[in-house]
C-alpha cells in the first residue's frame, strides 16, 4: 500500500505540528539543562516528531493508541499539556498516568475525549500483543453487537523498527493478519537500537519483513516530513477505519537526542551520525516548507519563544509539584473483587457427582450463557476436539466458532491478548495446553498483565482466566507434567486458584469470572476425571448455577481428634491439589492425630486459617507436589514458622518432589520422584514422635 500524497494540509494543520514540535524540542532542551532535577531515566522523541503528530492528529476518541517511551509527540498530538507529561517525568504524585510509578512516556488513559491508551511496559515490541488483543476485541464487540460507536474505532501500535525482531511480535503480526483486525503497526524506524545498528540486528527493515504475512498491507513514509507523514496516516487510519484490515506503516526517522537520559549519544555515535541525523530534523524540515509556501517568519520566532515559555512555565510547575505519599506504594496491588463471601447452593438437594472436568465446562456455560462478553480461545479448545483433555468439549458447538476458537501455538499472544481484550471491556478466558508450556507466555504475563493495574494507578486491571492443565500421573513425561506454581507465585498482581475437587472447581472459576483480576486456573490434569487411584473424592455433588467460592479461603478438610490435640499429639498437613488425596489416605494411617487443610488458593493465601491451626497443633507439614528448593511450600513454611513460632513443638517440615529437573517419563522413576501418602506416611510418623 504505498502512499500517493494528494491533498494539500491545511495551514491550521503545519502551525499546530510546528506548534507541537517546538513545544517537545522546547522540553527535551529543558531536561538537558536539568539533568539534576530530571533524574529518572526518560527518553524524547528528538527526531520522530512528524510521524507521531501526524498519527496524533488522525485519531479520534473512540481509537486506541500505544505510545511507547519515545512518543511524548504523539501525547501531545491528541491533547496532554507538557504539565501533565512532566509530572510524570519526575515522578510526581499527580502524574496522571501512575501516580509516580513508571518512567516519562509510559502512559495510561481512559480520557474520554482523547483515544484510550491500555498500560503497556518498557520491554519494547511487547506491547504489540496487549494492543492487538485491543484490536481483537473491538472486532469482537462489533461481531457481536455489544457496543454502539460513532466512528469505527482504529487501533495504533507504535514501536521501533529494531524491536520487530522480537519474537512476540511476530506473533502479534501473525494474529493480527488472520484475523484482519483493525490495526495500525506503526514502525519508527531511526536506525538504532541503543547502540545496536540495522547493519548489526537485522537482515531487512519492517517493511520487507511483513512481507510475507499474508493479509498484511504495508506502507512507507519519510517519518522527518511532516506533510508526507499527514497525507501517509491519513490514508492508513481512513483504510483502517473503512476497510477494517490490520496495515503496517514504516516511517523512516532520525534520532536527534540520547538513546535515553541514561545512554547518551556521545557514549555510542560518533559526529558524523549525529551530522546525518540533525540534517533531517523534522522541526527544520517543517519550517523550511512553511517560509517556502508564504508563512512569515516572524511568526515562527513568536511560536518558537512562546513553546519554549509555555515548557518553563510547566517545568516549574511540575517540579514544584508533591512526590506521592509513602503510604500510596501499596495501593492497586489487586482491584476490589466484588467476590468475598461464600454464597449460593454447594450441594442441591438430589444433585449429582461431577467429575472435574465437567465442573469447568458447565461453568464456563453458564457463565458464556449470561454474559456475552465472555469468550474462549487457546490451542485445540475449538468445537473439533474441545481441549486434548477434553476439557471445553460441547462448548464450540454451542457458542460458535466467534466466542470459542483454536489459536496457533503462541502462549505469548495467547496470554498477553486478555491484557487489550480486559481493557475494551471483555473477559476472555484463555488456556495454555500444558503447564510445561507457559513459559513463552511469561514474559507478557509479568510485564504487561501483573503490573498493569499497579502502574496504571488502577484504570486498567486485567480482568482474565488463564487455565493452565498440572501434574504429573500415569506417565506423562518431561513436557507435560510439570508443577509451575512456585515461578508463578512469584508473580506480584496475579491470583491463582489450585482446586481439588468438582465443587471448589466450580465456585473458583465463578469467582475468577467476576474478579476484576487476572486469575491463573492451575487444574490437576489427574483430578480432571478421577482416573488416579484414591481421588475419587475429587468427583463432587454439582453445586448451582449460583454457587461462588471467593479466593483467599483455605478449609479444613479433616479435622483432628480434639481430644488428641489437646494432649499434643496430632499435625497439621497443608496442602493443595493432588497432595490433598496423598494427605488424606496418609491420614487414615494416624487415627485422629492428623488436621488436613486444603489452601484451594495459593494467592491470595489463607494464613489465617493456617495460623490459627498451626498454633492448636504445634506441628506442621507443608505438602506439595512441586520440588521442594526454593519452593511456594518452602516459603509458606518460613512464614508459618515466623508467625507460630513460639507455639511449635517442631520445625515446620516440607515435602515435595524430588529436586530433579524435570518428571522422567518411566512410570518406576515418576514413582520414586513424586510424594505419596506412603512417604507422607513416613514423615507423619516421624515428627509425631516430638
Not at 512532566?86 to 513508571?102: V, W
Not at 498484511?216 to 513514509?221: A, I
Not at 486458584?497 to 465456585?507: I, L, R, V
Not at 521442594?628 to 513443638?649: T, V, W
Request: aromatic share 8%; proline share 5%; charged share 25%.
Amino acid at each position: 500500500m504505498e502512499n500517493a500524497l494528494h491533498e494539500k494540509v491545511s495551514q491550521d494543520i503545519l502551525l499546530k505540528a510546528y506548534n507541537h514540535m517546538m513545544l517537545a524540542k522546547a522540553m527535551a532542551d529543558i531536561y538537558e539543562e536539568n539533568r539534576n532535577i530530571c533524574k529518572y531515566v526518560h527518553s524524547t522523541s528528538r527526531g520522530h516528531e512528524a510521524i507521531q503528530l501526524a498519527t496524533a492528529y488522525q485519531l479520534k476518541k473512540e481509537d486506541w493508541v500505544s505510545p511507547y517511551y519515545r512518543d511524548e509527540s504523539i501525547l501531545l498530538g491528541i491533547g496532554f499539556e507538557p504539565y501533565q507529561l512532566m509530572l510524570q517525568l519526575l515522578a510526581k504524585a499527580d502524574d496522571p498516568f501512575s501516580g509516580g510509578r513508571s518512567y516519562y512516556s509510559h502512559p495510561s488513559s481512559r480520557d474520554e475525549n482523547k483515544p484510550k491508551i491500555v498500560h503497556q511496559s518498557s520491554a519494547t515490541g511487547m506491547q504489540t500483543i496487549p494492543t492487538t488483543g485491543v484490536a481483537q476485541g473491538i472486532k469482537y464487540i462489533q461481531d457481536f453487537n455489544l457496543q454502539e460507536f460513532e466512528n469505527n474505532p482504529v487501533v495504533v501500535c507504535s514501536l521501533g523498527d529494531n524491536s520487530v525482531t522480537e519474537g512476540e511480535v511476530s506473533e502479534a503480526l501473525q494474529f493480527a493478519a488472520l484475523h484482519q483486525l483493525p490495526i495500525i503497526f506503526l514502525v519508527q524506524d531511526n536506525e538504532w537500537g541503543i547502540s545496536v545498528t540495522k547493519d548489526e540486528a537485522r537482515t531487512c527493515d519492517a517493511y520487507d519483513f511483513v512481507a510475507g504475512f499474508t493479509g498484511l498491507s504495508r506502507m512507507r513514509v519519510d517519518g522527518t516530513d511532516f506533510v508526507e507523514s499527514f497525507e501517509a496516516m491519513k490514508k492508513a487510519v481512513d483504510f483502517v477505519r473503512t476497510e477494517r484490515k490490520p496495515l503496517v506503516v514504516c516511517a523512516k526517522t532520525v534520532l536527534i537526542g540520547h538513546h535515553t537520559s541514561g545512554v547518551r549519544r556521545e557514549f555510542y555515535r560518533d559526529e558524523e551520525d549525529l551530522t546525518k541525523h540533525r540534517a533531517k530534523d523534522p522541526g527544520e524540515i517543517l519550517r523550511k516548507h512553511l517560509l517556502e509556501t508564504g508563512t512569515d517568519e516572524d511568526l515562527l520566532k513568536q511560536i518558537t519563544k512562546k513553546a519554549r515559555l509555555e515548557a518553563e512555565e510547566a517545568f516549574e510547575r511540575a517540579k514544584n509539584a508533591e512526590d506521592p505519599k509513602p503510604e500510596s506504594v501499596m495501593q492497586h496491588i489487586f482491584a476490589p473483587t466484588p467476590i468475598t463471601e461464600e454464597t449460593g447452593t454447594r450441594e442441591p438437594a438430589n444433585g449429582e457427582k461431577i467429575v472435574m472436568v465437567d465442573a469447568a465446562i458447565h461453568a464456563i456455560q453458564e457463565l458464556m450463557w449470561k454474559h456475552p462478553e465472555a469468550l474462549l480461545y487457546g490451542q485445540d479448545v475449538g468445537e473439533r476436539i474441545g481441549g486434548v483433555f477434553r476439557e471445553t468439549v460441547t462448548l464450540g458447538k454451542k457458542f460458535g466458532s466467534k466466542r470459542v476458537f483454536n489459536t496457533a501455538i503462541q502462549e505469548a499472544y495467547i496470554i498477553g491478548s486478555t491484557a487489550g481484550m480486559s481493557a475494551v471491556g471483555l473477559k476472555p478466558i484463555v488456556e495454555v495446553q500444558f503447564a510445561d508450556y507457559i513459559y513463552p507466555g511469561i514474559n507478557q504475563l509479568i510485564t504487561e498483565i501483573s503490573k498493569s493495574n499497579y502502574l496504571s494507578g488502577g484504570k486498567f486491571p486485567v480482568s482474565n482466566i488463564i487455565r493452565v492443565p498440572i501434574g504429573a500421573y500415569g506417565g506423562g513425561g518431561p513436557y507435560h507434567s510439570g508443577s509451575v506454581e512456585s515461578i508463578l507465585a512469584n508473580i506480584k498482581g496475579i491470583k491463582i486458584a489450585y482446586p481439588s475437587n468438582a465443587a471448589d472447581f466450580k465456585g473458583l472459576l465463578k469467582a475468577a469470572y467476576y474478579d476484576p483480576n487476572p486469575v491463573i486456573m492451575l487444574e490437576h490434569k489427574g483430578l480432571y476425571w478421577s482416573k488416579v487411584p484414591g481421588t475419587e473424592d475429587a468427583k463432587t455433588i454439582e453445586p448451582a448455577e449460583d454457587y461462588v467460592l471467593p479466593f483467599g479461603k483455605g478449609k479444613v478438610i479433616i479435622e483432628a481428634d480434639k481430644d488428641e490435640t489437646e494432649k499434643g499429639r496430632t499435625l497439621l498437613v497443608v496442602t493443595y491439589g493432588m497432595g490433598v488425596y496423598w494427605a488424606k489416605e496418609a491420614a487414615k494411617n494416624f487415627n485422629g492425630r492428623v488436621e488436613v487443610i486444603d489452601l484451594r488458593t495459593l494467592i491470595p493465601l489463607d494464613e489465617e486459617l493456617v495460623f490459627e491451626r498451626v498454633k492448636a497443633h504445634g506441628k506442621c507439614i507443608v505438602l506439595t507436589e512441586e520440588q521442594l528448593n526454593n519452593s511456594f511450600a518452602e516459603a509458606f513454611a518460613h512464614r508459618i514458622s515466623k508467625s507460630c513460632f513460639k507455639y511449635l513443638d517442631a520445625p515446620v517440615e516440607t515435602m515435595g518432589s524430588l529436586d530433579v529437573p524435570a518428571v522422567p517419563i518411566n512410570l518406576v522413576l515418576e514413582k520414586e520422584m513424586l510424594p505419596n501418602a506412603e512417604k507422607l506416611s513416613s514423615k507423619i510418623e516421624e515428627m509425631l514422635k516430638y
